[in-house]
């Protein structure tokens, strides 16, 4: 989520300059589009779907709701309400998170992450109505790990089921003026690995990267990271793309092939990006495969999907991600020679908030109005 300052500057921007050179595509000449599908009551965070389900799209907001799209249509009732155990006086809290378990037909069980009000990050376990698919049982509620947090900033928040079944964690870095990012002490500036399905509420995974190693908390998976705004795993390749958030002048995307042990430190706040920003010292880190600059509007990354859907052929196998300010939408992928390429995809108007996948492969986009989005082809 962006700090104050960010938001404060981000309306004094209108033209988009990246690093990398990427190619002009103006509005009008872009194939794809994004037509409205739903309206919810605030900030989307989260659009996902359980696994085997191809009707129902579950909308997490800032304000605490989850709500249900089936048929273009937000039912009445919202799925799971708490609200009232949810804080949003900063900009960068509320209910940041949701993901379905991988046996969510058989166990019907879910998980949120949302700051209380004591500003702290809480990841809870519910369990689905054993009468009504379309409502959660508020009273089944699970505190499976609480995070201090020194601010009301850089939450992260973001919660994805791994390739390997396990529940991982995003956590900002709290916007502290001596970030904890790179330290194996803190939870903050990193993503956690949590077995949720084989200990009631969670156990460390034997083989998570920090286990044994002194003074490292068990459940780091990855570190040096200001604030991961969405991450998300290739359902066809298993790899693991992250885009972190910058300071004042540049947006990143980490990735991590599949079948890697983990442990990486992406360079917070030593660096921000590829450009120094501290110490500069290299040693032990592991660099973006994609940055750009904040000129010309950009000023927040929000991490998006790899297409794995039907409808848009030319996307297969790319990364979309969006900027929040500037409303812009990309692709990248990575090529046979090893490096990366990326093109700008479609302008949109949007307060760019987060990104979904159906069960389909199908990607969608949630605004910062309580908007839905799905992208399509123009002709659709």
Known sequence: MLPKSKLFFAWLFCVLILVAAIPSLAQDDSPYQLPQIAEVS???????????????????????KISIIED???????????SEKVTTQSFGQGMLGMAFHPDFATNGLFFVDYTQPDGNAAFVRF????DNPDLADPDSAT???????????????????????????????????RSPAPKLDSYLGSILRLDVTGADPYQVPADNPFVGQEKALPELWTKGLRNPWRFSFDRATG???IADVGEAAMEEIDFQPAGDPGGENYGWNAYEGTNIFN?????????????????????????????RGAALPDLVG???????????????????????????????????????????GELYVGDGRGRVYKLVAANS
């Open 72 to 82: 273009g249509v937000v039912k009445p009732d919202p799925f799971l309400d708490v």
């Open 143 to 177: 505190t499976v790990f609480v995070i201090p947090h020194p601010t009301g900033f850089h939450y992260g928040g973001q919660l994805a089921f791994g390739p390997d079944g396990y529940l991982y964690w995003s956590m900002g870095d709290g916007a502290t003026k």
């Open 42 to 64: 605030s900030f989307v965070t989260a659009i996902t779907q359980p696994p085997g389900d191809s009707t129902r799209l579950f909308v997490a907001e800032l304000n605490g």
């Open 279 to 307: 110490n500069g010292s290299k040693d032990g880190l592991t660099f973006p495969v994609v940055v750009y600059s904040h000129d010309g509007g950009n000023c927040s990354i929000t991490g998006g999907y790899v297409y």
């Open 239 to 241: 790899d693991l793309y």
């Open 127 to 130: 369990h689905v109505s054993a």
């Open 318 to 360: 790319k990364y979309i991600f969006g900027d929040y300010c500037s409303g812009w939408l990309w692709t990248t992928y990575q090529k046979s020679d090893g490096t990366w390429f990326t093109a700008q995809l479609l302008k949109t108007k949007l307060r760019l908030t987060t990104f979904g996948e159906d069960n389909a």
